[in-house]
């Protein structure tokens, strides 16, 4: 299976900060790549899909790019909702894997 | 509005079964994929299974390979795991998931989920 590797683990930041979280894949996945927010107690939200598109609804603060095995997800300027755990996926082959996650948190 | 709700989470002994369900809404069940997604307490998700629309396709996380099930019913708009000689590792929020499926290699990322079942195997 291929692996992801996410950093930081966590990160501190303040509200209005720009975020920027890196993923990393164990081989090339092309631009197959989603991240996900989750909060505690919630499920995971869709963000972005196919490494740099923003799923409908989503808020145009994050914003996510890269291919091959490095990818950053980004948000503009960081909101009081924003505050949760990132995911990143790989759907470039079966078998398909998560980071370990990033916390955001209030610094 | 696209629902997912998940149940028949609970508490099993070692070595024990277990069948989750899935009731979705908003949406064509039938022409999308679902997969099923865990966390364990406190740790990150894992894939563990995924089905294709009809139903004839089936997928599995090497961890849960030869003990669970999954399966559908495109009529009652349900999604199934069955989980048999469930371990203590197995303890987990399983969450259901629409899937899309991007074509032609047919892997999957997950764009609805709903708020999981808690599934503990413990003695």
């Known amino acids: 299976d291929i692996q992801m590797t996410q950093s930081p683990s966590t990160l501190s930041a303040s509200v209005g900060d720009r975020v920027t979280i890196t993923c990393r894949a164990s081989q090339s996945i092309s631009s197959w790549l989603a991240w996900y927010q989750q909060k505690p107690g919630k499920a995971p939200k869709l963000l972005i899909y196919k490494a740099s598109s923003l799923e409908s609804g989503v808020p145009s603060r994050f914003s996510g790019s890269g291919s091959g095995t490095e990818f950053t997800l980004t948000i503009s300027s960081l909101q009081p909702d924003d505050f949760a755990t990132y995911y990143c996926q790989q759907y470039n082959s079966y078998g398909w894997t998560f980071g370990q996650g990033t916390k955001v948190e209030i610094k | 509005e696209v629902q997912l709700l998940e149940s028949g989470g609970g508490l099993v002994q070692p070595g024990g079964s277990l069948r989750l369900s899935c009731a979705a809404s908003g949406f064509t069940f039938s022409s999308y994929a679902m997969s099923w997604v865990r966390q364990a307490p406190g740790k990150g998700l894992e894939w563990v299974s995924a089905?294709?629309?009809?139903?004839?396709?089936?997928y599995y996380a090497d961890s849960v390979k030869g003990r669970f099930t999954i399966s559908r019913d495109n009529s009652k708009n349900t999604l199934y795991l069955q989980m048999n000689s469930l371990r203590a590792e197995d303890t987990a929020v399983y969450y259901c998931?629409?899937?899309?499926?991007?074509?032609?290699?047919?892997?999957?990322?997950?764009?609805?989920w709903g708020q999981g079942t808690l599934v503990t195997v413990s003695s």
């Open positions: 998931a629409k899937s899309i499926v991007v074509v032609p290699a047919a892997t999957y990322y997950f764009d609805y």
């Open positions: 089905i294709s629309g009809s139903g004839g396709s089936t």
